[in-house]
């Protein structure tokens, strides 16, 4: 769909019409139609999003993206943690670290309760709804797969004007950046791109 298309009429038809396109077209190329729904749903949100402070924004980040060796503990409650005597270079200890710098509430990553059951971890999307209930953010920046986002997110009824997770009882206006793959360990991103979005704010 070209994006002569505005995005408030292309987001709900990508989003609307996935499930039945999939399954009339077998061989669609799904990962390109995340990524194009995902860009037409940040056009859509940015202008909001950017209005947002700090202070009332949420981060996201997968554990698939810690480093090889990388010493962190799984907290149920919190997600992965880093332990301060950690020196393994990590994108994901320098975001959380901007995240915090900048003033949001809070910078998780988040773990596959799928991998991790038997600790106790909450699957990845009751753990992200959960925070959000917790917290109560305005906006959301997320860092995720494509198959995740298909998944657990791409379905009509989560997505509105106002924001996205509205059948969960609560509403955030969000930021998405997808991963470069869908590997569950050492998977990549966009750094770049990702700061910016963190950083994005009129």
């Keep these: 769909m070209p994006n002569l298309i505005p995005s408030w009429l292309s987001l709900p038809l990508l989003v609307l019409l ?6 009339l077209l077998p061989g669609m190329d799904k990962d390109a139609y995340v990524r194009r729904t995902v860009a037409a749903g940040n056009r859509f949100y940015a202008r909001r999003f ?10 996201f980040l997968p554990y698939c993206l810690r480093a090889q060796g990388c010493p962190t503990e799984i907290d149920p409650r919190e997600g992965l943690t ?3 005597h950690c020196l393994l270079p990590c994108p994901l200890r320098r975001l959380q670290a901007l995240a915090l710098e900048l003033g949001y509430q809070r910078a998780f990553i988040v773990v596959s309760g799928r991998l991790h059951r038997e600790e106790g971890v909450l ?5 992200l709804v959960g925070q959000i209930e917790r ?4 906006g959301v920046v997320g860092c995720l797969c494509t198959r995740d986002l298909r998944e657990k997110y791409l379905k009509p009824e989560t997505i509105a004007y106002s924001g996205t997770l509205g059948r969960e009882g ?7 950046c997808l991963l470069e793959n869908s590997n569950c360990r050492q998977s990549a991103v966009n ?10 704010q009129d």
């Excluded at 699957?123 to 753990?127: A, E």
């Excluded at 609560?170 to 998405?176: E, G, L, S, Y």
């Design 18 to 23: 996935y499930r039945p396109l999939s399954r």
């Design 50 to 59: 950017r209005k947002v402070p700090y202070s009332r924004r949420l981060l």
């Design 82 to 84: 880093c332990p301060s």
């Design 123 to 127: 699957r990845s999307r009751n753990f």
């Design 135 to 138: 917290y109560q953010p305005q």
């Design 170 to 176: 609560v509403t955030v206006i969000p930021q998405v």
């Design 191 to 200: 750094l770049r791109k990702l700061e910016e979005m963190i950083r994005s």
